[in-house]
């Protein structure tokens, strides 16, 4: 029997019956895709919204934040590889938490949004969806936190419900970006500007890395691509990298690097650019 392909992000797998994808948490069961982490989440938090990152969206309020398991992409650095790299098996362990409770909390933690973060929010993108509706209705606003890989249909749709969204540009470098991630830099890079064009507010954050996207060259085609394609007033965060997960192999990144990558983003015409993880 043909597969079942799977139309929440990119990589649009092609699932036999009883096998998940790629982010280890949607699967075909019996035909049709079950997202396996639909109403688990596994992080429940409540966060000042310039955690995200978000700099320049409803600053000094507080919004909800959940995440599930499973990411679609699979970082070596990943700084929460314990819940992104986890797989289906172990959803059922963890109580099931209705969009109708988690909108109910968010509103009792006199939070003004809920954030789909932690992990990738396409992942698990009807879950999302149904917390969002239900969040409009009673005056919250949506954020995703994402690595920017949704399918045509997804990307299309949360322009219509996400109030708005950092996005993690990751490398300019489509090779490196293949390597690391498993995707392609160019569906990122699409996906950027069909947000650009929207009404979600947009953030774009960058975590630096040493030896793979810290050379001038890279910083600046990042920096320039935000600038000429998605607009001068998108805010940048350059954020220092920690040894994490499987890369432990070089050290953090010095302030240095981040602060003149901060003077990058601005002389090529950024508006608001921020230096994150500097301790
Ligand atoms: S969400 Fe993406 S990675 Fe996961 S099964 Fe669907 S297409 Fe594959």
Redesign the pocket.
């Known amino acids: 029997m043909p597969g079942v ?9 092609l ?1 036999s019956d009883g096998k ?8 075909n069961t019996g035909g049709r ?1 079950e ?1 396996t982490v639909y109403g688990r989440p596994v992080a429940k938090n409540i966060d000042p919204v310039e955690k995200k990152p978000l700099r320049r969206f409803m600053s000094g309020t507080y919004t909800y934040s959940i995440g599930t398991f ?3 992409f699979k970082c070596e650095w990943c700084q929460n590889y314990h819940i992104s790299q986890a797989k289906s098996e172990k959803v059922e362990m963890l109580p099931f938490v209705s969009p109708e409770e988690i909108v109910l909390s968010a509103i009792r933690s006199n939070c003004l949004s809920i954030s789909c973060t932690y992990n ?1 929010p ?2 698990f ?1 009807p879950y999302a969806k149904d917390i969002g509706m239900i969040a409009k209705e009673k005056g919250l606003k949506n954020i995703f936190v994402s690595n920017g ?1 949704q ?1 045509d249909e997804v990307i299309h749709e949360m322009t219509g419900w996400v109030n708005a969204i950092n996005v993690d540009l990751k490398c300019f470098d489509r090779s490196n970006h293949k390597k690391f991630t498993g995707a392609d830099l160019d569906v990122v890079l699409k996906n950027l500007k069909i947000l650009a064009d929207s009404d979600v507010h947009l953030e774009i954050t960058t975590l630096i890395i040493p030896g793979i996207n810290d050379s001038d060259e890279e910083i600046e085609a990042i920096a320039e691509f935000i600038s000429n394609e998605l607009g001068k007033n998108v805010p940048w965060h350059v954020s220092a990298f920690h040894p994490d997960y499987k890369m432990t192999d070089r050290n953090q990144t010095p302030a240095e690097r981040v602060y003149t990558a901060v003077e990058t983003g601005k002389k090529a015409g950024l508006e608001f650019v921020y230096a994150g993880n500097i301790w």
Request: proline share 0%; with cysteine.
């Open positions: 392909k799977c139309g929440l992000c990119a990589h649009a797998c699932l998940t994808g790629i982010c280890g948490v949607n699967k895709i997202c499973g990411c679609n990738e396409t992942v993108y890989y399918s």
